[in-house]
């Protein structure tokens, strides 16, 4: 099992590498945990340390912004113990602002709020800089990208909902590539380097789509994880070509 030092350093090696994907020209895959083996979670992080995978998506719900609990800090920090690639945590959550400093403790390299959730969600986003996290936001299916245009300058990832949050295993939004053609453009326009990131319902028949619309990672949870070799799925999503 590796010490925690070198499991620090590989995983800010990869953050780097894996926020230097214009360059690269690399999409980036980010299995999601919540639909892991609770029973085997270690096994699967393991499985997805050795993979092609990215990055660990990580969704914390409390069942009242979402109708759904999935799990908090304690679990984190023992995923964190063990990761050695980026931890992207997903918070779906009502008032988040509470716990930025916890979540950064937990291990988290990359915090996403909802916009739906955040009261004053430039204060939030400087809240998860200051830090030392990189700072994304979610905008739910119903919610246009418009709302973004006085931030957008300021996020290092913008995730956008192809399902309704909440649980796994949904359909894919198909309105979610209009909305994707509008991010894009709106990083364009603006000059964000923010990464788009895509999460509900993906799998290698719509990868490709996305990708070429504009998509930078994509988020897989029962894709990967109900799959007869996740790590081999892992690596069909890494190996698309658009």
């Not at 029973?39 to 979402?66: P, Y």
């Not at 603006?190 to 990708?211: F, M, T, W």
């Not at 070429?212 to 994880?225: D, H, P, Q, T, W």
């Amino acid at each position: 099992m590796l010490t925690k030092k070198p499991v620090i350093i590989r995983r800010l090696f990869i953050f780097y590498l894996s926020f230097t994907k214009k360059i690269f020209m690399s999409h980036i895959i980010a299995p999601s945990i919540l639909a892991a083996d609770f029973a085997n979670l270690q096994r699967d992080i393991e499985m997805i340390n050795q993979s092609e995978a990215d990055w660990f998506h990580i969704d914390v719900m409390d069942g009242v912004f979402v109708p759904n609990i999935s799990f908090g800090m304690p679990v984190i920090s023992a995923i964190s113990k063990h990761a050695d690639k980026t931890m992207d945590v997903h918070l779906m959550i009502v008032d988040p602002d509470r716990f930025i400093k916890d979540f950064k403790k937990a291990g988290a390299d990359i915090l996403t709020v909802h916009y739906e959730a955040c009261k004053h969600l430039h204060r939030t986003v400087q809240a998860i800089k200051q830090e030392g996290m990189q700072a994304g936001v979610s905008l739910n299916p119903h919610t246009p990208v418009a709302v973004l245009e006085d931030i957008i300058e300021d996020l290092d990832l913008v995730l956008l909902m192809s399902v309704n949050p909440g649980f796994g295993g949904q359909s894919f939004i198909e309105n979610t590539y209009k909305k994707i053609a509008q991010l894009k453009e709106l990083i364009d326009w603006s000059g964000s380097k923010a990464v788009i990131e895509i999460d509900g319902g993906v799998n290698d028949k719509n990868a490709p789509k996305l990708l070429e619309a504009g998509v930078n990672a994509l988020v897989a949870g029962s894709f990967v994880f109900k799959s007869n070799d996740p790590s081999q799925t892992i690596k069909t999503l890494k190996e698309v070509k658009w």
